[in-house]
């Protein structure tokens, strides 16, 4: 009673409102009853905690406190749950006092479950608030001296410090401000006994525009440094130009040093921990003079320590630097500059790493760059080609160089190309069949072979993306921008039907310069070549390849066996009248036929007027027993060799130019000689794609 009746009286007196009093279970001290529930909730003023002291426990008890149980929260976080039948020492001794936090609030809650065995009497709990000592809290953030009050606490320093701005941190007077002394002393607080904690000082320097100043620092320094190098406590020197430093260690800047600037801060600060010396300088004043280095990445000539006053030097800007002139980059890396009475370099222009740019690639995305590219000096790229259908012809990795030209690892400033890849199919047809009733082609087995439609029936190898080559004689009375071809298919049936055949367009028919046009009475299909340029570039596939042209000029083997592959007609059977008749096939056919002796070759087959045709040099003319090109496969590839898995890359060796009519079965067609026309096909190619 005399312990209530003394808190009652201190509450009278307090300037807040303190909080006090008992909590119990619903029915106490009597019994609670199934379901019964209670909740409750006191908060504290700044500076001060709540607090309850459980006098008497009495509930169910169970696992885990599952039936009947009270529970209290600190902030809403659960500290404590209590069941079963406590005594009051033992309370005193495992569970109170349960407290909020600072400025917190305290919850408690009660629950029974629908049956006991037998009747509990409950809980009861004193709450009251009291003043949370901060001084006892490591975090209190008090540097030196705490001191606490009811509600609050205050921090204070030992002699010589006082508290900086958040009223936490002890720290020292040692902001000076010395401008106008032209000589003086400036060291650590403390010097030279152990530096303060927690400093942040800063000395002003400043004299008239035509001096600068100069430090001397005794060799007695000691700013506390880590193990690994890094500045604990640091001392840094800002000047008009730039900051220097930090320094620390037991290492002194050099002496004399010279600032070049008559303007000078010098920064010193140190955390709360250590016991190091500090630093000590004296300062002084000399005439301005120029610094040695004019600006980064450059040497000056000649080369001295200092420069006065009227002195000029040549900058010569480092290899791979180049001049800044009004925010631009210049071709030059020298310049004459001149010192001024001011310390200051006139004309000063930055040095600046060569700035290569990024290199002019197609805009049709084939050739690209890898990763992100950096274009200055030194800088490297790297190329590749964005589809497995083309291969980098070239150097793949450059290099910025001084020059400011891209130089690959080899040498080379051409950049590389991407080129397709001829000649490989990724399906092999077998190694058998016949053209007049030959083998059906399945897609992709000769994904070079481009279909012509209109206005002449015939064919077309495709060479690479943008091109073409075929017969003379298919396309000789054809518009430039009027011819269509169809890739990636083996029936012609569905050329307009299908979406996965590649249409496309003329823009430039190219007929051989020598090839002679419109002869009724045609004798010769000498130079019957003619290349195609497509309006658009066509996505190669694995069913759109191109054929590969000819390297090097051959020497022909008799009976070498090649394939040649066409639209055009075919022998076909007619049960019903019991004989063959030609007609021109829907589906792609192949049939793999040997070049024949020259001597075969040149008994040409007569013409409707009994007259011979022609054999030249330009030509070759192959064939085989039952097997041959026909009318309508005009243009049409003949390549070596013969197509067979593991036997790629494949040449186109010759194209579809005439022979003797089907019906007679000489099994002999006549092909223009490829080889004959490489050098013409890649002059005329390159002077159109440059024009």
């Given at each position: 009673m005399l312990r209530l009746s003394l808190l009652l009286l201190l509450l009278s007196h307090s300037a807040y409102p303190m909080l006090l009093g008992w909590v119990e279970s619903p029915g106490y001290p009597n019994g609670y009853l199934p379901h019964a529930s209670l909740n409750w909730s006191r908060c504290a003023p700044k500076g001060h905690t709540v607090s309850i002291r459980f006098i008497h426990l009495d509930l169910e008890d169970s696992e885990d406190c599952e039936n009947d149980a009270v529970k209290v929260y600190s902030n809403g976080n659960l500290i404590s749950v209590l069941c079963g039948k406590k005594e009051f020492e033992e309370l005193q001794s495992s569970v109170n006092p349960l407290h909020s936090s600072p400025g917190g609030c305290l919850s408690l809650s009660f629950h029974s479950d629908?049956?006991?065995?037998?009747?509990?009497?409950?809980?009861?709990?004193?709450?009251?608030?009291?003043?949370?000592?901060?001084?006892?809290?490591?975090?209190?953030?008090?540097?030196?001296?705490?001191?606490?009050?009811?509600?609050?606490?205050?921090?204070?320093?030992?002699?010589?410090?006082?508290?900086?701005?958040?009223?936490?941190?002890?720290?020292?007077?040692?902001?000076?401000?010395?401008?106008?002394?032209?000589?003086?002393?400036?060291?650590?607080?403390?010097?030279?006994?152990?530096?303060?904690?927690?400093?942040?000082?800063?000395?002003?320097?400043?004299?008239?525009?035509?001096?600068?100043?100069?430090?001397?620092?005794?060799?007695?320094?000691?700013?506390?440094?880590?193990?690994?190098?890094?500045?604990?406590?640091?001392?840094?020197?800002?000047?008009?130009?730039?900051?220097?430093?930090?320094?620390?260690?037991?290492?002194?800047?050099?002496?004399?040093?010279?600032?070049?600037?008559?303007?000078?801060?010098?920064?010193?600060?140190?955390?709360?921990?250590?016991?190091?010396?500090?630093?000590?300088?004296?300062?002084?004043?000399?005439?301005?003079?120029?610094?040695?280095?004019?600006?980064?990445?450059?040497?000056?000539?000649?080369q001295q320590p200092e420069y006065s006053q009227g002195e000029t030097v040549t900058v010569t800007c480092d290899l791979g630097y180049v001049m800044n002139s009004q925010g631009t980059q210049t071709l030059s890396s020298e310049y004459v500059t001149t010192c001024r009475g001011t310390g200051i370099w006139t004309p000063t222009y930055m040095c600046e790493p060569v700035d290569c740019g990024f290199p002019g690639i197609p805009e049709d995305g084939i050739l690209q760059l890898v990763g992100s590219a950096h274009t200055q000096y030194k800088d490297q790229i790297q190329f590749n080609c964005s589809s497995k259908y083309y291969t980098l012809e070239g150097d793949d990795t450059f290099t910025c160089s001084a020059s400011g030209e891209w130089v690959s690892d080899g040498g080379k400033t051409e950049l590389p190309k991407c080129t397709e890849v001829c000649g490989k199919p990724e399906k092999h047809p077998a190694s058998t069949g016949r053209i007049l009733g030959g083998k059906n082609a399945k897609l992709g087995e000769i994904p070079w072979h481009l279909l012509i439609k209109e206005p002449r029936r015939g064919g077309a190898s495709l060479i690479n993306d943008r091109w073409a080559v075929t017969a003379a004689h298919v396309v000789e009375d054809v518009e430039e921008t009027s011819l269509r071809l169809y890739g990636g298919l083996i029936d012609g049936r569905t050329a307009d039907r299908l979406s996965d055949v590649v249409v496309v367009d003329s823009e430039r028919i190219i007929i051989h310069p020598d090839y002679v046009k419109g002869i009724e009475d045609r004798t010769s299909f000498d130079n019957d070549i003619a290349l195609i340029r497509f309006s658009t570039r066509v996505n190669l596939g694995p069913n759109l390849i191109p054929i590969c042209l000819p390297e090097v000029k051959r020497s022909w083997v008799e009976n070498e066996l090649g394939t040649v592959s066409g639209w055009g007609k075919t022998e076909v059977q007619i049960k019903k009248e019991d004989a063959t008749r030609f007609v021109t096939s829907a589906q792609l056919k192949y049939a793999h036929i040997g070049v024949k002796p020259l001597s075969e070759c040149e008994d040409t087959p007569l013409t409707s007027t009994k007259k011979r045709m022609l054999f030249t040099n330009n030509m070759f003319c192959a064939g085989a027993d039952g097997k041959d090109s026909c009318q309508k496969d005009s243009g049409g590839p003949f390549v070596l060799p013969m197509l067979a898995e593991g036997r790629e890359p494949y040449y186109l060796t010759g194209i579809v130019s005439w022979g003797p009519p089907c019906e007679e079965r000489q099994y002999k067609g006549y092909y223009t000689k490829v080889e004959n026309y490489v050098d013409w096909i890649k002059k005329t190619i390159d002077t159109i794609e440059k024009s």
């Open positions: 629908f049956s006991n065995t037998k009747r509990h009497t409950g809980f009861r709990g004193f709450y009251t608030s009291q003043d949370f000592d901060e001084c006892d809290d490591p975090d209190n953030g008090c540097t030196q001296f705490c001191h606490n009050f009811i509600g609050g606490y205050h921090c204070s320093c030992r002699h010589g410090y006082h508290l900086d701005a958040d009223k936490q941190t002890c720290t020292v007077s040692c902001t000076e401000d010395l401008s106008g002394l032209k000589r003086g002393d400036i060291s650590s607080p403390s010097w030279p006994a152990s530096y303060a904690e927690n400093a942040n000082c800063q000395h002003i320097l400043s004299v008239e525009a035509h001096l600068q100043l100069e430090l001397h620092f005794s060799e007695d320094f000691d700013v506390e440094q880590s193990p690994d190098g890094q500045c604990i406590d640091a001392l840094t020197i800002e000047t008009l130009s730039g900051t220097l430093g930090p320094f620390c260690g037991h290492t002194p800047p050099p002496s004399p040093f010279l600032t070049h600037s008559n303007h000078v801060q010098i920064h010193f600060i140190s955390d709360g921990f250590g016991t190091n010396k500090g630093f000590s300088l004296h300062f002084k004043t000399r005439d301005k003079v120029c610094p040695a280095v004019v600006t980064p990445h450059s040497t000056v000539t000649p």
